[in-house]
């Protein structure tokens, strides 16, 4: 069953400060995504606008935000008023998105691994394509389709992972461990990465890149290099990045 996100929109949100995901998730995303000075971008699946807003205040000239929750967008549209960046944010599916333009990026956390079939990854794969320029990179952090480690395994970390099984469209659950309050479950979809590349190129993007997740000098710094060891061994999620011919 797909994830709600309307109905869990400040939890998600919240765990967006867990130390994996600004250590390791996040200074990965920001290494893929390189300098971007000037870059208009376009961010898919931005949720609560966490990543479109980091990526106006590295540089970019313009970032236009899209996800599908009502409840996200609203989130997003709230710290826009409280901190004007000038950022668009758009209510709709990405599956059948057409903005009518290009971007010089288009940028994406977690959104590849909600297509539950090879089809829908292909769809996914071709609005990607279509906003971009030629030359425009795609970036992304997503579920990691080469995981194989047990539930328990990154629950140190504030979340676990179950896979039901590794066949194509099988469900992924995630589970987000809060200080305080119940946990949250996100659903996320199996698909092989031969599945996403030949989506990618299908899509007429080339340049295909697989990419482990980092932890950055000041997370080995403040936790140790014995603490992020089993999260940089089991890989639960991973970046991706292709460029448009």
């Not at 995303?29 to 961010?43: C, K, Y």
């Not at 990026?105 to 590849?112: H, K, R, S």
């Not at 099988?170 to 092989?192: C, D, K, M, W």
């Amino acid at each position: 069953m797909a994830t709600n996100y309307d109905t869990i929109a400040k939890e998600y949100q919240a765990s967006k400060m867990l130390p994996w995901r600004k250590q390791a998730e996040s200074y990965t995303f920001f290494e893929l995504a390189g300098d971007l000075t000037d870059l208009n971008v376009l961010d898919l699946a931005c949720g609560e606008g966490f990543y479109t807003r980091q990526l106006k205040l590295r540089g970019a000239a313009q970032v236009t935000g899209v996800d599908i929750s009502a409840g996200m967008i609203q989130l997003a549209h709230e710290a826009e008023a409280h901190n004007p960046l000038g950022l668009v944010y758009i209510c709709q599916d990405a599956l059948t998105l057409n903005l009518g333009q290009s971007f010089d990026l288009v940028t994406a956390t977690y959104l590849l691994n909600y297509a539950r079939t090879a089809d829908e990854l292909v769809q996914m794969a071709t609005v990607i394509a279509r906003h971009l320029k030629p030359g425009g990179r795609f970036v992304t952090i997503n579920s990691n389709p080469d995981y194989r480690a047990t539930v328990e395994t990154m629950f140190p970390y504030g979340f676990t992972r179950e896979n039901s099984s590794y066949i194509e469209g099988a469900e992924i659950i995630y589970r987000f461990y809060q200080p305080n309050g119940s946990p949250i479950a996100v659903t996320n979809y199996h698909l092989e990465k031969a599945t996403h590349e030949t989506a990618l190129r299908q899509a007429g993007l080339t340049d295909i890149q697989w990419h482990p997740l980092v932890v950055s000098p000041g997370g080995i710094d403040e936790f140790g290099a014995g603490y992020w060891a089993p999260l940089l061994e089991c890989q639960p999620v991973i970046g991706l990045s292709a460029r448009k011919l």
